[in-house]
């Protein structure tokens, strides 16, 4: 799903920004029957729509979704304190609230977009609620959307959290780390802050991230889409030895451990994988780091000279 953007640029919320932290998703509908997402982009970009302080992430229909707001701006759509770390966005409806050809359509795009949303900010769908369910947690006002619709058709939001769920799955990709002797993207790692001194470590060339899913020594580090799981979480540290700093990598599910390079190297450029092991003190937990031009980071292992990289 291609989300295009068009910032309601003349929105209170877009002149006036408020930064936020999203951790949950809303979803709402418009209660205007048979109104699709253009009109709405041209109503809402004015400073208080109808004399209100109302805006919203985006719109969803039958002909895609459209981005109305910077996702970490803070919206006034719920009514609630939920404005405050929740990402909304509004489902244009079917002229007939029964036309349940027409609803699928915009919920399926609307699936797609909170599956994308779910990855981007690492949010469990399980924390996706409607605005009528915000209501009964006491974080959002009194309305019936999405419920006052969906009934109708006999669609639920357990079925639209367990569909973003399946998406999710059916688009989580995992690819091997391995190490090469090419300093090209493959091997450049961007690193972005995961708070309390950690990073995710996005790989350049598939865009996927650094993951080690268990504890154990020997587990092998893949790259995968992210999810926001601490299984995505390293600390780059320096560590002292003899005259010389060099660098560990630590998962922050297994703190002392570090990632290891198979074998020392010994597999070979392509073939050698990086596992995590106990605290080796030698050649096969030591890095070099180096930023490149672009911004990203560059491991070399010390003793093979083999950049961490992915397969090509
Ligand atoms: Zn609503």
Redesign the pocket.
Known sequence: MNIQQHYLTKNKCYVSPKIIKPVRL?V??TACKGVMASSFLKTWNTYQPGGRSVCIHGFIDTTGAYQTLPFNYRAY??GGTCNNNAI?F?LCEPSSYTDRETSMKIINNAVEVYAHLCQLYGISPDNIVS?KEGHAMGI?SN?A?TAHWWNQIGYTMDDFRKAVKDTIKGTNRSVDVVLNTSYGDESRWYLEDAGDGYVYMRNKKNGLYLDVESSGNGTFFKTRTKNGADSQKFRVLHKPYYHVDYIVIEPKIAPGKYAAVEGNGSPGAGNTHLKLWDDLKNNQQKFWGKVASDGSYLFVHTYSFLYVSVVK
């Open positions: 809303m709402h509908s759509h719920c909304g509004e605005h959002a309305h959307d």
